[in-house]
């Protein structure tokens, strides 16, 4: 009988261990895909809606939702992706995260708007016109899966 109770408690940590490192291995990468949303509600050149951090893992689809109180351009810098942002609509960039590591999310706007001979510079491998301004807005982060 106490070699039958010792079998069973043998069993059942074994079972337990195996379950945790399950659990483990589980939580470390892997898994599905995922679509995510991020809204970002942009006034007077500054994020409003209040996460200024984004996270996703390698291979997630990324919809930025963006809101702006003037027409301007947001740009994810690494991705070079970059959307023409209407005043008061619902803008959506989608892409699919590629690439892990950090990247800055910004906005470009134009200072001077009657100036259409302005000329364009590069800046940290990305065009932008002479008369733009740019400012930080938040930072997309992407995991390994």
Do not use: W
Request: glycine content about 8%.
């Amino acid at each position: 009988m106490k070699l039958g109770i010792l079998t069973m408690r043998r069993g059942m940590a074994t079972l337990a261990i195996g379950t945790l490192v399950t659990l483990a291995l589980a939580s470390c990468g892997g898994g599905e895909t995922e679509e995510l949303i991020f809204e970002l509600s942009i006034a007077e050149r500054q994020l409003r809606s209040g996460q200024s951090e984004f996270v996703a893992r390698h291979g997630d689809t990324v919809s930025m939702k963006l809101l702006a109180d003037e027409p301007a351009e947001v740009h994810v810098h690494g991705y070079d992706q970059r959307i023409q942002l209407l005043t008061g609509e619902v803008n959506t960039l989608t892409f699919t995260a590629d690439a892990t590591g950090s990247f800055q999310i910004t906005l470009h706007v134009r200072t001077n708007l009657n100036d259409t001979n302005a000329g364009n510079h590069d800046h940290d491998g990305h065009a932008h016109k002479d008369d733009a301004a740019e400012f930080a807005l938040a930072v997309l982060m992407v995991q390994p899966r």
